[in-house]
């Protein structure tokens, strides 16, 4: 009689338990700050056309696992369970190294240099902005491009003991070797590695750079320009405030400060226009006290640099859009900065600006295959055009592609525009894009695409 009620008490409890998640969700709410992103809506029997939604029960499951009663505390305890016990992460965004370290999932192939980029991706990427720095030097701009390195390729030594590089040499090192010497190109992995601090210039449980770190990095570009950085203070000091990304990816609950590291320099800058946050897409700010413009493009590591950066200049634009705006730049300084992680972009999005008149070399072979596909788009002052090209159309580590159009010839960039040939999320060496000016663009265009390949053969495509 015992065992029966033990045995029922025990049912009931268990089954208690599990209903209460979604007994209680009504009343207990999950916040979405922490997790930095919106959590799924809740499902409607019918789509904004009126029509029965197929996808309900879907829509459903993926609401009830983002919203049921103490899931943030749940995930915590989960997450706490894991990292202490099994030194393992629950959330495949984040890699739990020792003493406390966290790491960005997605570096991973970066760190164990697998997964790279070909050479010809290489290649794309070094020829892409060998023509930004083209076309800001006819825009009398300097330009500056920079690559903040992942946390693990700066502190390695905090990764898990069975995360063991290959011998491969990552994109970042092969990207770096084929760009030194260049005028334009800032090494920030030399330069964060050669910095002489006292503190880790990365946080310990979020992805980016503390303050120091971007500091760091502000002082090598001003450095690159032949100006002064923004002043310092007289001392730095830490503080315990830095809610690290990472750490509330795992820890929801918790409230997990990092240490941010600051100094008692008072900005004058102000922003101008619109400010919420320094995720905003476009910031707008001027300096009595700076001198000169800035036009920099960046991405969330650029969020700590921005304070020093503005300082600097009388005059700077922010942007964290793509493609990137080089059309607007005149007469000043263009920075882009974008993370290691994220090399792969540079020959995925063709900067918005007109092509360079170039002209195609001689054709020694004409591509007859119907696999070959060219796009055109209206984008207001410019057409863009873009596309992708068989393997037949190439040969070797590198490559240049020339378009034509009406006897005109362009140089383009080796860009795989995946969101606008309908392959989101895939990647391909064989792409080109670029925009030509709209008054040189017609109706019924005369267009050949010629593939110049390092070995001296071109290939000439028809459309």
Known sequence: MKKNI???????????????????????RNSESKEKRALAPAPKLKTEEGKLNFDFFDDFSKYFSEHFAFRQELVTADGRLKSAVLGTSPNSDV????????????????????????????NNIVNNVRMMDDICQSSGCQFIFTVAPNKNTVYPEHMPFNYKPSDNKNNYSRLAEKLSGESFWCDMKETILSADASIPLYHKTDTHWNNMGAYVGHAKLMEMQGRSSCPAGTHWFTRDDRLGDLAAMIYPAEDAKDTQVYNDYEFTYTYRGRFKALDDITINTDCADGSGKLLMYRDSYGEAILPYMAESYSSAEFSRAVPYRLDKAADETVIIEIVERNLGDIQRYAPVAAAPEAEAPQADGLYNGSDAEIYSKDNGMFTHLYGVLPDECFTGDNAEIFVSVNGTSYKAFSCFEDKLLGREGESCDNGFSLYIPSEKASSGDD?????????????????
Not at 95 to 122: A, E, H, M, Q
Not at 447 to 463: D, L, Y
């Open 447 to 463: 267009i050949t695409v010629t593939v110049s390949c390092e070995n001296g053969r071109a290939i000439q495509i028809n459309f």
């Open 6 to 28: 033990l045995y029922r008490l025990y049912a009931a409890a268990f089954i208690g338990i599990c209903l209460a998640p979604a007994a209680f969700m009504p009343v207990v």
């Open 95 to 122: 890699i739990v190294g020792k003493d406390g370290w966290l790491y960005y999932g997605p570096t991973k192939n970066d760190f164990l240099n697998i997964n790279c980029l070909s050479d010809r991706g290489i």
